[in-house]
């Protein structure tokens, strides 16, 4: 897998927490091609909890964060 995919996946679950981003519904082909390359086992291989990513780029959100 590229690493521009597995970008992808880590950069969706840190829009979501720290932008309130998701995917638009209107996005079906995105949202197939997305759960698709989740199931992939080269993608399980290297996976890490939600939580793990969120932690990870707090400090990048942060700055912005305070001035909300």
């Not at 897998?1 to 995105?30: A, C, D, H, W």
């Not at 698709?36 to 964060?65: C, D, Q």
Request: glycine share 2%; no cysteine.
């Amino acid at each position: 897998m590229s690493r521009r995919k597995r970008r992808l996946l880590k950069i969706n679950k840190i829009l979501k927490q720290y932008r309130g981003f998701g995917m638009p519904e209107e996005f079906t082909r995105v949202r197939q091609w997305k759960r698709a390359l989740k199931e992939r086992e080269s993608v399980k291989a290297i996976a890490h909890s939600k939580e793990f990513y969120i932690e990870r780029y707090a400090k990048f959100a942060a700055p912005t964060l305070a001035a909300v």
